[in-house]
């Protein structure tokens, strides 16, 4: 079983910046892809950043030069980097982690437990 703890959330203003954490732990064998997803009130859940071996980095178009995905491998950590944040970034986010589980070498698809973020003056 794969297990996923985000962390750092909270309240900033427009213009300010936050750094999102996603641990992964348990039986992981390998990891094919990880990502960070969003969702604002009242809509749906949507892609902010992610990475996966066979495409790389992709970013939504709305967070292109001003949100960083980085990749910490030897931990099985990512960060989501937000710098110049807006309004409309206000949401809960959600990471994202595919890959193989040891022992069974099954496929997984695990998600965080989400954590809100506040752009407020």
């Known amino acids: 079983q794969v297990q996923l703890v985000e962390s750092g959330g909270g309240l900033v203003q427009p213009g300010g910046s936050l750094r999102l954490s996603c641990a992964a732990s348990?039986?992981?064998?390998?990891?094919?892809?990880m990502g960070w997803y969003r969702q604002p009130p009242g809509k749906e859940r949507e892609l902010v950043a992610a990475?996966?071996?066979?495409?790389?980095?992709d970013y939504a178009d709305s967070v292109k030069d001003r949100f960083t995905i980085i990749r910490d491998t030897a931990k099985n950590t990512m960060y989501l980097q937000m710098n110049s944040l807006k309004a409309e970034d206000a949401a809960v986010y959600y990471c994202?982690?595919?890959?193989?589980?040891?022992?069974?070498?099954?496929?997984?698809?695990?998600w965080g437990q989400g954590t809100l973020v506040t752009v407020s003056s």
């Open positions: 994202n982690v595919k890959g193989v589980a040891s022992r069974s070498y099954t496929h997984f698809d695990a």
């Open positions: 348990g039986s992981i064998f390998s990891i094919d892809a």
């Open positions: 990475f996966s071996s066979g495409r790389g980095t």
